[in-house]
């Protein structure tokens, strides 16, 4: 009446040597893709300018239409620096969140380290200005760099058209 037969039924769960083997093949085929863009910063820093610069240029030229008075924004090249000036007091425009005066200094800002304004050209001047009609008076472009990365911002002639355009090395 007893049982002699011991019945054991075990499972064993868990993961094969073959599966552990491509989950880490897996992992490092990925890894191997997503790391060279999460530790390139200099394309984000460069894109990130740029954006920052042509959202400034559009910015200056739609206060210009708004309050019916000129803007300049004027380039310091070597100091990686521009500033939005009312061209008709040469005082700088207030900027609409800090209240300061409306400088971008790339070189002074948290995550621009490596960035650089490499030329701002504007038929042979280093600052645009717009109308009140919000039409710039030189058409021309300013050229940054990150790394290998390098952007131009193009303002067009008659319309202030912003455009940016990545520069292949």
Sequence with gaps: ?????KSYRHRFVGFTLAELIVVVVILSISAAMVIPYATNTSSFQAVSAARVLSSDLEYAQNVAIVTQTPVEVVFDVAGDIYTL?????STPLKHPITKEDYVTDFSMQSGFSDLDILSANFDGNQSVTFDEMGAPDNSGNVRLRSGVHTYRISVAAATGKVTVTELTP
């Design 85 to 89: 000036y009312d061209a008709n007091t």
């Design 1 to 5: 009446m007893g049982r002699n037969k």
